[in-house]
């Protein structure tokens, strides 16, 4: 069964470090969506790719953070400099299009310290 | 701007007992509800989704309503098993984006 993969699983990173996320969506998903979601809280949007562009990315705090999807198939999300309050599970999702049922990866649990 | 809410916040039950997890969503100009479990420190698993234009979706134990006039969802859990302990988000998608409640923690207790 396809899956939408993600890694690092896991990340220790100390603050004012750079760190890297990756996803792959499922094959022939054109919409990639990259979340943040603080523990006992539910995720919240960063940026929404359609392709290679980018259709939301209004909550992303772009002064330290970016992402891309060069090639519309897998993409980056980078923080520099990471900050205590960026510690939170990363998750990317893809669906067909942006209206279709999503399907998420295991995430990225960041902690910085 | 979409607000999401689900109640409970957490719920315990025996095992077996049926339960009832509620979601609200303030717009109801919605495409789709979709329904996910989350297992402590792991992604989130589809679980339903239900297109704004349906009512209900089922699947096994789980059974989805939707009443997009009055901006409510409920999870149906039938003869719930200590398997099904996990939190259970819903997620409404509108003309902007994706939105989430923040969850209902389950837990079901041999």
């Known amino acids: 069964e396809a899956e939408v993969a993600q890694s690092p699983r896991y990340k220790i990173t100390e603050k004012s470090q750079a760190v890297a996320f990756w996803c792959d969506p499922i094959?022939?998903?054109?919409?990639l969506y990259w979340y943040r979601q603080i523990l006992g809280q539910g995720p919240e949007l960063l940026v929404q790719?359609?392709?290679?562009?980018?259709?939301?990315d209004s909550q992303l705090p772009k002064d330290r953070f970016s992402a891309e999807r060069l090639k519309g198939v897998d993409s980056t999300l980078k923080i520099q400099p990471a900050e205590l309050g960026d510690s939170a599970m990363y998750l990317c999702?893809?669906?067909?299009?942006?209206?279709?049922?999503?399907?998420f990866g295991q995430g990225t649990r960041l902690t910085v310290v | 701007k979409q607000e999401v809410t689900q109640i409970p916040a957490a719920l315990s039950v025996p095992e077996g007992e049926n339960l009832v997890l509620n979601c609200s969503f303030t717009?109801?100009?919605?495409?789709?509800l979709q329904w996910f479990r989350q297992d402590p420190g792991k992604g989130l698993t589809s679980l339903l989704l239900?297109?704004?234009?349906?009512r209900e979706q089922t699947s096994g134990r789980l059974n989805a309503s939707l009443d997009k006039s009055s901006g409510r969802s409920t999870l149906y859990i039938a003869a719930s098993q200590p398997g099904d302990s996990a939190t259970y988000l819903c997620?409404?998608?509108?003309?902007?984006?994706?939105?989430f409640g923040a969850g209902t923690r389950l837990t079901v207790k041999p």
């Open positions: 239900i297109q704004s234009s349906q």
């Open positions: 094959s022939g998903h054109a919409t």
């Open positions: 790719f359609q392709d290679e562009s980018v259709v939301d």
């Open positions: 999702a893809s669906s067909v299009t942006g209206k279709a049922e999503a399907f």
């Open positions: 717009d109801s100009a919605i495409y789709n």
């Open positions: 997620a409404v998608l509108d003309n902007n984006d994706m939105r």
